[in-house]
Nanobody, 115 residues
Framework: QVQLVEAGGGLVQPGGSLRLSCAASGNIFSRNFIGWYRQAPGKARELLAGISRGGSTNYADSVKGRFTISRDNAKNTMYLQMNSLKPEDTAVYYC?????????WGQGTQVTVSS
């Protein structure tokens, strides 16, 4: 059973930055799709950024140019660098790994952007 543990959320002012991390209990990032999602109150969970098995990245329009997804296979850790944060980025953020028919989720970390 794969476990994903997130860290790095918190309160930040508009225009600020945060880096989220997601550590896996095993080496699964390099061979699978990995992604970051978020869910704001009353809204559906949305995919923000992903890295395919081949290493290509993709981003939602709402975060393109501001957020960067990356992974460190040696550390079994993935990251989401978030810059130029806006109040509408406030949500619970989740990491996800799709390993065949299985889909693993982190516990979620709250990001609040407010002055």
């Amino acid at each position: 059973q794969v476990q994903l543990v997130e860290a790095g959320g918190g309160l930040v002012q508009p225009g600020g930055s945060l880096r989220l991390s997601c550590a896996a209990s095993g080496n699964i990032f390099s061979r699978n799709f990995i992604g970051w999602y978020r869910q704001a109150p009353g809204k559906a969970r949305e995919l923000l950024a992903g890295i395919s098995r081949g290493g290509s990245t993709n981003y939602a329009d709402s975060v393109k140019g501001r957020f960067t997804i990356s992974r460190d296979n040696a550390k079994n850790t993935m990251y989401l660098q978030m810059n130029s944060l806006k109040p509408e980025d406030t949500a619970v953020y989740y990491c996800n790994v799709k390993d065949g028919v299985y889909s693993y989720w982190g516990q979620g970390t709250q990001v609040t952007v407010s002055s």
